[in-house]
């Protein structure tokens, strides 16, 4: 099964930026879809931003205009570009499979130790 490594997290300040990373230890031009998750204390899981392996892109109403997701099918890398940071987006941030289409909450791989952003002043 494909391992999934997520990097890139530290603090920020408000309106900050940031660019996380996910690597994966086999070719992800297989998988229809990879996403980004987050998860702040007390609350669910929840998907933030995917992509298709043809570049078609689902966000979060709350990440709109502020996160890009990319994807690298020859690095095998998806990327998530992070703007305009907001206290609310504090939380560990996962990489994954959406398993039943873009916009999944479902996940088709195993979670890994994720990245933790922090927003703050």
């Known amino acids: 099964q494909v391992q999934l490594v997520e990097s890139g997290g530290g603090s920020v300040q408000p309106g900050g930026s940031l660019r996380l990373s996910c690597g994966a230890s086999?070719?992800?031009?297989?998988?229809?879809?990879m996403g980004w998750y987050r998860q702040a204390p007390g609350k669910l899981r929840e998907m933030v931003a995917s992509i298709s392996r043809d570049g078609q892109t689902h966000y979060a109403d709350y990440v709109k205009g502020r996160f890009t997701i990319s994807r690298d099918n020859a690095k095998n890398t998806v990327d998530l570009q992070m703007n305009s940071l907001k206290p609310d987006d504090t939380a560990v941030y996962y990489c994954n499979r959406p398993a039943y289409g873009i916009d999944s909450d479902y996940v088709a791989g195993s979670w890994g130790q994720g990245t933790q952003v922090t927003v703050s002043s």
């Open positions: 086999t070719s992800i031009s297989r998988f229809d879809f």
